[in-house]
T-cell receptor, first 116, second 113 residues
Framework: AQTVTQSQPEMSVQEAETVTLSCTYD???????LFWYKQPPSRQMILVIR??????QNATENRFSVNFQKAAKSFSLKISDSQLGDAAMYFC?????????????FGKGTLLTVNP | SQTIHQWPATLVQPVGSPLSLECTVE??????LYWYRQAAGRGLQLLFY??????ISSEVPQNLSASRPQDRQFILSSKKLLLSDSGFYLC????????????FGSGTQLSVL
């Protein structure tokens, strides 16, 4: 079974600075997808960014970018120019490209604090 | 546009009482449906998923059950709640595409006392 590990339970960053959240995963598959979700205090799950494993180019969404290292099975999230609204729990997630259930396996999350 | 409704938002139940949480999706057909639980300070654990009416797969043995009586309705139930059933329950749906994201409901905070 696939597992997702987030080794940083908590991180903090100063407003306007850059922070990187780590995620590693374990899989024997070659076709899969990776996601970062954000859960603010409202507890609503919000998709931040996604990456297809077959793409070598790292995904970017405005201030959010990933460093996808397929051989190392690493998928880190970089937040540039951090804003107070970025404070949230961040979850890394894995989805197999095989089968039809398309379930997501989540890591345990990293709580990000943004200091003014 | 697609929307997902989950209720109630908050629920306090005594140990041994029954449970029924409901989730409905609008604006799409034949979605994949999921129930996740988030315990305090932990990640999201997949409880059940369904790829069609009457088709339920359980990820972990537990005191809960799920049903899908209609295409866009997903229900989480228990006959007798345990203290350990407390947590934040999230319903989610996705299309039949592997690269598509999960759309989450707003969640139910369940406290079993």
């Amino acid at each position: 079974a696939q597992t997702v590990t987030q080794s940083q339970p908590e991180m903090s960053v100063q407003e306007a600075e850059t922070v990187t959240l780590s995620c590693t995963y374990d899989t024997s598959e070659s076709d899969y997808y990776l996601f970062w979700y954000k859960q603010p205090p409202s507890r609503q799950m919000i998709l931040v960014i996604r990456q297809e494993a077959y793409k070598q180019q790292n995904a970017t969404e405005n201030r959010f970018s990933v460093n996808f290292q397929k051989a190392a099975k690493s998928f880190s999230l970089k937040i540039s120019d951090s804003q107070l609204g970025d404070a949230a729990m961040y979850f890394c997630a894995y989805r197999s490209g095989r089968g039809s259930n398309y379930k997501l396996t989540f890591g345990k999350g990293t709580l990000l604090t943004v200091n003014p | 546009s697609q929307t997902i409704h989950q209720w109630p938002a908050t629920l306090v139940q005594p140990v041994g009482s029954p449970l029924s949480l409901e989730c409905t999706v609008e604006g799409t057909s034949n979605p994949n449906l999921y129930w996740y639980r988030q315990a305090a300070g932990r990640g999201l654990q997949l409880l059940f998923y369904s790829v069609g009416i009457g088709q339920i797969s359980s990820e972990v043995p537990q005191n809960l059950s799920a049903s899908r009586p209609q295409d866009r309705q997903f229900i989480l139930s228990s006959k007798k709640l345990l203290l350990s059933d407390s947590g934040f329950y999230l319903c989610a749906w996705s299309s039949g595409q592997a690269n598509e994201k999960l759309f989450f409901g707003s969640g139910t905070q369940l406290s079993v006392l």
